[in-house]
């Protein structure tokens, strides 16, 4: 059930990361989450489509992840779009900071995951975004493989 190198069960993926930018790297980050938003995550009730992480006093954030309500939660329950805190080692933050200033990448979350210990994980991928020439030659690489594929299945 794991995806492109996401140990544990997937809460949350973005599959559109990988086809809109260029994944130089990727990070696990521990993440500040309620009660509420672990019972949701738990049941799959997540979207980070359009969330990025960014910088903020020093501390690394995902914003516009959406985690939906835990309706049994009533009145303790959590704002869905809230910002969380991520948590990773201060040389991580070090390098992640250095790349999103010097470069021009971004901080785009590929996965929310349970790991084997049940701690819930963001995968971030440190990103280029890709042009739109990019992306139609990412397309037909990927289709002339399947072709290439196909043939090579149809000989035998």
């Known amino acids: 059930m794991a995806g492109k190198g996401v140990p544990g069960r997937i809460a949350a993926q973005n599959r559109k990361a990988r086809h809109d930018y260029f994944i130089?790297?990727?990070?696990?980050?521990?993440?500040?989450?309620t009660g509420s938003e672990v019972k949701s995550l738990r049941e799959g009730r997540a979207n980070i489509n359009d969330s990025y992480a960014a910088e903020r006093n020093g501390e690394l954030f995902l914003f516009g992840a959406h985690i939906s309500e835990y309706a049994p939660a009533k009145r303790a329950n959590h704002e869905p779009l809230r910002i969380r805190?991520?948590?990773?080692?201060?040389?991580e933050l070090a390098k992640l900071f250095d790349s999103v200033n010097r470069q021009g990448m971004t901080l785009i979350p590929l996965a929310v995951y349970f790991n084997d210990r049940g701690f819930a994980k963001v995968q971030l991928g440190l990103a280029k975004g890709k042009q739109k020439q990019d992306k139609r030659a990412s397309i037909k690489e990927r289709e002339w493989k399947r072709d290439k594929a196909r043939v090579m299945r149809a000989k035998g």
């Open 24 to 33: 130089e790297d990727t990070f696990d980050a521990g993440i500040i989450l």
């Open 85 to 91: 805190k991520l948590l990773l080692h201060k040389r």
